[in-house]
């Protein structure tokens, strides 16, 4: 089975802190992606990634950056954490192909002070 | 791209078949639809997708009208576990990526 998984499960940090959340996957899928997600919402899409260190934003990439050094690795960056980033953080994979059968991980729940 | 739309919420008695409807009426001829699920506090899990034939796994079967339009999905004999959160997709945006809509929260009963 597909295992995408999540640096925590909950985080909790103070406004103005960078906060690192890390995901890595181990299918060797080629594309990667951060969501956050919010009460009436749904998912939307932050960042994603299709190849090692290519990323392309999202709907909402404003106050994020990620990095993809390894294949296998998707870190969401939140260079300067606000209140308004207190969501919950969920990360996913896919392999290249003609459907869109994404793998997520957990999720990470995030409090911001 | 199609946008899609769903019931708010539903509820099933437990061992019952649970029917999720789904409208999609501005879907081309070449998206696929796509059904995932999300238990509460665990991330998305993906289900099934169809075209246009009626597709079945083990996890559940996909009824799609002949002209697209609707799709329908069905959990054969829903279980306590099956209470989840259904989100039916088949609308992309600007990037090529899938668009999640708020699902259908189907809540099983004993």
């Known amino acids: 089975d597909v295992k995408v998984t999540q640096s925590s499960r909950y985080l909790v940090k103070r406004t103005g802190e960078k906060v690192f959340l890390e995901c890595v996957q181990d299918?060797?899928?080629?594309?990667m992606f951060w969501y956050r997600q919010d009460p009436g919402l749904g998912l939307r899409l932050i960042y994603f990634?299709?190849?090692?260190?290519?990323?392309e934003k999202g709907d909402i990439p404003e106050g994020y950056s990620v990095s993809r050094e390894k294949k296998e690795r998707f870190s969401l960056i939140l260079e300067s954490a606000s209140t308004n980033q207190t969501s919950m953080y969920l990360c996913?994979?896919?392999?290249?192909?003609?459907?869109?059968?994404?793998?997520f991980g957990p999720g990470t729940r995030l409090t911001v002070l | 791209d199609a946008k899609t739309t769903q019931p708010t919420s539903m509820d099933c008695a437990e061992g019952r078949a649970a029917n999720l409807p789904c409208n999609h009426s501005?879907?081309?001829?070449?998206?696929?639809v796509y059904w995932y699920r999300q238990i509460h506090s665990q991330g998305p899990q993906y289900i099934i997708h169809?075209?246009?034939?009626?597709e079945t796994n083990e996890m559940a079967s996909l009824i799609i009208t002949e002209d697209r339009k609707s799709s329908t999905l069905i959990l054969p004999h829903a279980t306590l576990r099956d209470t989840a959160v259904y989100y039916c997709?088949?609308?992309?945006?600007?990037?090529?990526?899938?668009?999640w809509g708020a699902g259908t929260k189907l809540i099983i009963k004993p």
């Open positions: 990634s299709y190849d090692v260190k290519m990323k």
């Open positions: 501005t879907i081309s001829g070449n998206e696929y």
């Open positions: 169809g075209l246009k034939n009626n």
């Open positions: 299918m060797d899928h080629e594309n």
């Open positions: 996913a994979s896919l392999t290249s192909g003609v459907f869109d059968t994404q793998y």
């Open positions: 997709i088949a609308e992309r945006d600007s990037n090529y990526q899938l668009i």
